[in-house]
């Protein structure tokens, strides 16, 4: 489905809706919403038919489907109107959205309609409120006269910062000097591909959080991972700095005692680089080494045992998607003569993909698309004016990062997006990653006054367009 404001030569179509649509606020035709029409002869006799903004919706052969009339002169929806094979799949809504756009767009802030009774509900879902008849000069029994204003909606998505700022935080800061009745928003945590998966999902509540008991061996960690049914996301990066994989085991088994079945291992490059080794000990694989620490052979029999009936796949960077390169380590060395030869993803987690592949015969997939279809993200994005992205690290192509795909969405509903970071940006950098903007943050430790001054200066911006 495509939305087109006034499109060209589409004039017959167009006029075809007009005349067999129900909802004609035109004269000489007779419907049942005539008496609400300001075309009505009897109250405002040779009264020309207003110049408006036509907003259609296409199917994908180019017919129209979906018709709103808005009057720029009183900012007042005169038609909305959808055939009847296609109610219900959100046109109306679409369509109310263009409209309201083409408001903000030329500085107007308040729409207005009269309805019927039966359309009164899809209004008022819409955000629509109730007004006093005698806001309008025409008194008209059974009809209601409704009015919604136009507020900013902010999407303001953020990678892990090292002082602990998050999209929570700063949506909070905006709140201070921007109440919701002045600007929505809307707060989600993202991955930056290293750190930040586990936090993403169980901010967005679309899991729970389920910590490990602790671990005398490693007292400064305190390892949690994220549950959904019987799905099990293990987020290896809440290992950083330890030598051995061991404790991915412990989190596996530990998920089973949970009830959990399949398991999705988010790979990055700060975990252990034995390739998975000690994962596997711990899970019940037995490895025979010579006098140089290579494997010479393995048993993989209670292995088998423990990990019978499970799923596992390994969400790694996009990017290691299309590295052939295996890093080299005795286990991965084993595996290329024992095993079949490496898929993509093969390479994420220090070839802990290639383990995955080969013992657990799982898949790998790409962990960004995985996390923005989980949390949902461009529904969070629908009728979104801008998308806020926050960044503590430089950000480049090569870059582990959530936020270019997140600002590819949002160009794709049509949207500013803005990167917003301490690192420096050239902004010719910034459009290729997807972003129109860039609006920088001071370098060290962020105080709320930082934040307020930078979303200040955006919104002051967003004003202006």
């Not at 110049?51 to 052969?61: H, S």
């Not at 987690?349 to 790409?366: E, N, S, V």
């Not at 949207?415 to 301490?422: A, F, S």
């Amino acid at each position: 489905m495509k939305i087109r404001h006034n499109p060209a030569g589409q004039r017959q179509q167009i006029q075809e809706f007009f005349d067999s649509s129900r909802r004609m606020l035109r004269v000489p035709r007779q419907t049942c919403v005539k008496a609400c029409s300001w075309d009505v002869s009897e109250v405002v006799p040779n009264k020309p038919r207003p110049q408006w903004e036509i907003f259609a919706a296409e199917d994908d052969g180019g017919q129209i489907i979906g018709l709103l009339a808005l009057d720029p002169q009183r900012w007042q929806i005169d038609l909305l109107s959808v055939v009847q094979q296609h109610q219900g799949e959100g046109v109306s809504s679409e369509l109310l959205h263009q409209a309201r756009r083409y408001a903000k767009k030329h500085h107007h802030f308040e729409l207005q309609v009269i309805v019927l009774l039966a359309s009164l509900p899809f209004f008022l879902k819409e955000g629509f409120t109730l007004m006093a008849n005698d806001h309008q000069p025409v008194q008209l029994q059974g009809r209601f006269f409704l009015r919604q204003t136009l507020r900013p909606r902010l999407v303001l998505a953020a990678e892990p910062f090292d002082n602990g700022w998050n999209a929570r935080a700063f949506t909070e800061i905006l709140q201070t000097f921007m109440p919701v009745s002045q600007c929505q928003s809307v707060s989600c945590n993202l991955s930056d591909g290293a750190q930040g998966y586990v936090d993403a999902l169980i901010g967005q509540s679309v899991c729970r959080r389920v910590t490990l008991p602790s671990d005398p061996a490693l007292p400064a960690h305190k390892i949690s991972y994220a549950v959904r049914g019987n799905n099990a996301i293990l987020e290896f990066s809440e290992l950083n700095g330890l030598s051995d994989s061991r404790l991915y085991g412990t989190m596996v088994l530990h998920a089973l005692t949970q009830g959990c079945r399949r398991f999705y291992l988010v790979l990055s490059p700060l975990g252990p680089e034995d390739g998975g080794l000690s994962m596997l000990e711990t899970l019940g694989m037995k490895f025979i080494f010579d006098d140089q620490g290579e494997i010479v052979q393995a048993d993989d029999q209670e292995l088998k045992k423990t990990l019978r009936g499970l799923t596992f796949i390994a969400l790694c960077d996009p990017q290691d998607l299309y590295r052939n390169t295996v890093p080299a380590s005795p286990l991965i060395r084993w595996l290329k003569q024992t095993s079949a030869a490496a898929e993509p993803g093969a390479a994420a987690g220090h070839g802990l993909g290639y383990t995955i592949q080969a013992l657990l015969q799982g898949k790998c997939q790409d962990s960004v698309a995985a996390l923005m279809s989980t949390i949902g993200f461009r529904e969070r994005l629908r009728h979104a004016d801008a998308l806020l992205c926050f960044r503590q690290k430089p950000l480049s192509p090569a870059s582990p990062s959530s936020l270019p795909q997140a600002a590819a969405i949002a160009h794709h509903e049509d949207m500013l997006t803005i990167l917003v970071t301490p690192a420096e940006t050239q902004v010719a950098q910034a459009e290729i990653l997807g972003f129109d903007q860039v609006v920088k943050l001071p370098e060290g430790p962020l105080s709320d006054q930082d934040v307020q001054t930078a979303l200040r200066e955006i919104l002051k911006e967003l004003s202006r367009l």
